[in-house]
């Protein structure tokens, strides 16, 4: 089993999330698919270290939609991304 992780590193983590959010939305912007799979990929990868299976998905969707330049894909990620930020 997981070992519990402290409340303050759990508020830490969800304050890089909106930090992540931004860059996302910038680099959508300005079509930079490169470093949007980057920050989905990591996202993807630290998402189930804190216990939020939900970023890991949201992550996976932000990579593959990245690699195939899916815009729509990107952006329906990016809303959910922006929902769990605000609910949590």
């Given at each position: 089993?997981?070992?519990s992780i402290p409340d303050d590193l759990?508020?830490?983590?969800?304050?890089?999330?909106?930090t992540d959010l931004n860059?996302?939305?910038?680099h959508l912007k300005s079509k930079n698919f490169t470093s949007l799979e980057k920050l989905g990929h990591k996202?993807?990868?630290?998402?189930?270290t804190?216990?939020?299976?939900?970023i890991t998905k949201i992550g996976d969707k932000i990579e593959?939609?990245?690699?195939t330049k899916n815009e729509p894909l990107i952006q329906e990620a990016l809303k959910e991304l922006a929902s769990w930020i605000k609910s949590n």
């Open positions: 089993m997981m070992e759990k508020k830490k983590y969800i304050e890089r999330r909106q860059e996302c939305l910038s996202m993807k990868g630290n998402g189930g804190f216990g939020y299976l939900i593959k939609g990245s690699k």
